[in-house]
């Protein structure tokens, strides 16, 4: 049974149109995970074997996944901030989860700020033919050179937090969705042309092999089980859900369209991005006998590597860093747009207030990860070799991201929560699809694959320095999944009042 308090949504500021949310959605989803992991993951996982793994993960997890927080964000009206707290029963208290979300934000902007920074920064240099010139070994100690340069990589990062924060101050439709639609329309475009221009490289042809024809005997070479799970955290990870940034774009859409053919048509574009950057930089990768599976290093090594050796490479490689900035940055205003809103609905503050307030905070965290790669070197949190950056991201990817998504699911589909009819009834509402998933898939299945996820990211971080370390990890990850699916249910006396 939900409050009363439902939110109604008076005088709260809408889309301007369906495209406007699908684009300012799929601007969130599409980031530095699709063009960045993505095609390096392709290049170590087997190319087109890999991508057909992940494209059966997409449907099997992110869809249902991404329809409920656009669920819970339709009908309460609200971001992640109240919206369990709006629909939850009397006397439970699934709004302590609210916690993961905001905290998530808010970690996620600590390094994607920096990510973001460097994009940005890439793109300056191509432009200006910082690279005209250089050996192999000099392109490489560009890379190491600026982030030790702690004065500049601040000053990119609060850049971007400063346009990202600039962008939200005007509003959904005036800011987030008008940019949005800009950036989106341009990302598409900068990424076709820069897609056409790698396949018809001459000795591109094995690359497009590589990537359109699976070859399951090296699959099995590398490991079944380890292609597997990389499909399916590239496929958990790659759509943002489970921090409320898909919730909160849901708050502002109506009831006219059924939910399930909008995260569909999001999750489609998110996908052709992905298969796009891996067109733009795996067939290139082959004509120029540079190695697609270099890992991380790919975008700011290998790729500048490639663009040095290419006729025009000055042109193509800052079309490329201006696509990467476009994706980053179209993730970095749709989170920041979550936090404005977190600030609205938790001490109802103005727009203005909040966008001031945490162009400043944000500014300020980020610069830890800033400070991680030159005056904070020695501190390596996860080992030697890691650096803020890892420690940051291992707190949302493995831990924020996944138990944010099982809250999500979970408060839709049991009883003591939202509840599997309210969240039907909302996710069909309006024209198209209607969701086709069964309740004991999304009860148990999807809740089964997210721990496995979790639960995994802990093993392959741990097991090689130890089996004690291992195993109190591995103990407070079943407690806190034990904690989100026992402490969320109302006592006798308040499922008694709420089933009145």
């Known amino acids: 049974m939900e409050k009363k308090t439902e939110g109604t949504g008076k005088g709260r500021e809408s889309f301007g149109s369906r495209l406007g949310f699908i684009l300012v959605s799929a601007g969130c989803a599409i980031g530095i995970g699709n063009v960045w992991r993505f095609p390096y993951l392709c290049g170590q996982y087997g190319g087109a074997a890999f991508i057909l793994i992940y494209l059966v993960f997409l449907v099997a997890m992110g869809i249902p996944i991404m329809v409920c927080e656009f669920s819970i964000g339709r009908r309460s009206r609200h971001s992640a901030a109240l919206a369990f707290e709006t629909l939850e029963p009397s006397g439970s208290h699934w709004h302590w989860y609210r916690w993961i979300s905001i905290l998530g934000s808010y970690a996620l902007m600590m390094y994607y700020t920096t990510v973001a920074g460097w994009m940005m920064k890439y793109f300056a240099w191509h432009l200006t033919g910082e690279f005209h010139g250089l050996t192999p070994d000099e392109i490489a100690g560009k890379f190491t050179s600026t982030l030790t340069d702690a004065p500049s990589e601040a000053f990119w990062t609060i850049l971007v937090c400063v346009l990202g924060f600039f962008v939200c101050f005007f ?19 900068l990424m076709m042309v820069l897609a056409i221009h790698s396949v018809f490289l001459e000795g591109a042809g094995a690359g497009i092999r590589f990537y359109l024809v699976p070859d399951f005997s090296h699959m099995a070479e590398i490991g079944i089980g380890n292609v597997i799970f990389a499909a399916m955290s590239q496929a958990f990870f790659t759509l943002s859900i489970g921090i409320g940034a898909m919730l909160i ?24 991005v992905a298969l796009m950057a891996g067109f733009i930089i795996i067939p290139a990768c082959f004509a120029f006998g540079i190695n697609p599976d270099s890992g991380p290093s790919l975008i700011f090594i290998t790729i500048p590597n490639l663009f040095s050796q290419m006729a025009g490479g000055r042109i193509w490689g800052a079309l490329f860093f201006l696509f990467l900035s476009f994706a980053a940055l179209t993730t970095v205003i749709a989170v920041f747009q979550n936090i404005v809103a977190f600030a609205g609905d938790l001490f109802s503050w103005s727009t203005k ?28 949190p996860l080992g030697a070799g890691t650096s803020v950056l890892d420690l940051e991201d291992f707190i949302v990817s493995e831990n924020l991201l996944p138990l944010g998504c099982l809250a999500f699911v979970l408060f839709c589909t049991r009883k003591n929560g939202w509840g599997w009819e309210n969240f039907l009834s ?63 249910m109302p006592g006798k006396k308040q499922r008694a009042k709420s089933a009145e």
């Open 171 to 189: 509003g959904i439709q005036n800011g987030v969705e008008r940019v949005s639609k800009i950036m989106m329309t341009a990302l598409l475009v």
């Open 249 to 272: 774009f849901g708050s502002y859409i109506g009831q006219d369209r059924s939910l399930t053919g909008e995260a569909a048509t999001i999750t489609a574009l998110d996908t052709f």
């Open 353 to 380: 207030k909040s966008v001031f307030f945490n162009a400043v905070l944000v500014s300020l965290l980020s610069l830890p990860c800033v400070f991680g790669y030159n005056i904070w070197s020695a501190f390596q």
């Open 426 to 488: 909302e996710a069909d509402a309006g024209k198209g699809r209607k969701f086709f998933y069964h309740r004991f898939y999304m009860t148990w299945i999807v809740p089964a694959l997210i721990i496995f996820v979790y639960l995994k990211g802990y093993w392959d971080l741990f097991s090689p320095q130890g089996t004690k370390v291992l195993a109190f990890w591995m103990t407070i990850a079943v407690l806190l999944l034990l904690f989100i699916l026992v402490t969320a």
